[in-house]
T-cell receptor, first 116, second 114 residues
Framework: DSGVTQTPKHLITATGQRVTLRCSPR?????VYWYQQSLDQGLQFLIQ???????AKGNILERFSAQQFPDLHSELNLSSLELGDSALYFC???????????????FGSGTRLTVV | AQTVTQSQPEMSVQEAETVTLSCTYD???????LFWYKQPPSRQMILVIR??????QNATENRFSVNFQKAAKSFSLKISDSQLGDAAMYFC???????????FGEGTQLTVNP
């Protein structure tokens, strides 16, 4: 157990629907990152939050949004889902906004999203 | 933009033998980290080894070592005495020291044959 908790582990939904993925960071970590792993795009960075504020943005579609709550958990909202959104969505966390310790990030085990 | 390339989609090795996974990267930054991550069938992303660009000495973690060639922008991973548990997808990754996002390569699927 890495200490980063992602729920649900698996999600199957239909095209056009909206889903919410949840991430609880490791205890003491203030920064949360979201990554998408798909067959087409590989592993790519979506967005980072630090202590409730958006810190960095990557290749995140406009149909996707995220937020970090006061208790530091984060949610990734995916709407108007398309078949191509099927992927493994990882959350990671770190203490600092720019990870400095050896491990840098701690990854969760991911949410497998299947859009049918 | 920074890019990371892994030119070997698949590799295989016999148990107890040595295998080297290749990675090249492109960046204009001078201060950065390079990583190798392992992703077994459990999907968990596990850090194998980290190299700071300012260090000339190659990083080593037990059976895992890297060959870091900064001028050539090359960062290969050597796994010695391969074990069945080493079978996984291996990702090379880059992060600028002052940044937070990881840029990953395409991955190399490693099979370990008994």
């Amino acid at each position: 157990d890495s200490g980063v908790t992602q729920t649900p582990k698996h999600l199957i939904t239909a095209t056009g629907q909206r889903v919410t993925l949840r991430c609880s960071p490791r205890s003491g970590d203030l920064s949360v990152y979201w990554y998408q792993q798909s067959l087409d795009q590989g592993l790519q960075f979506l967005i980072q939050y630090y202590n409730g504020e958006e810190r960095a943005k990557g290749n995140i579609l406009e149909r996707f949004s995220a937020q970090q709550f006061p208790d530091l958990h984060s949610e990734l909202n995916l709407s108007s889902l398309e078949l191509g959104d099927s992927a493994l969505y990882f959350c990671a966390s770190s203490v600092d906004p720019y990870p400095t310790d050896y491990y840098g990030y701690t990854f969760g085990s991911g949410t497998r999203l299947t859009v049918v | 933009a920074q890019t990371v390339t892994q030119s070997q989609p698949e590799m295989s090795v016999q148990e107890a033998e040595t295998v080297t996974l290749s990675c090249t990267y492109d960046t204009s930054e001078s201060d950065y980290y390079l990583f190798w991550y392992k992703q077994p069938p459990s999907r968990q992303m596990i850090l194998v080894i980290r190299q700071e660009a300012y260090k000339q000495q190659n990083a080593t973690e037990n059976r895992f070592s890297v060959n870091f060639q900064k001028a050539a922008k090359s960062f290969s991973l050597k796994i010695s005495d391969s074990q069945l548990g080493d079978a996984a997808m291996y990702f090379c990754a880059y992060r600028v020291t002052s940044g937070s996002r990881l840029t990953f390569g395409e991955g190399t699927q490693l099979t370990v044959n008994p």
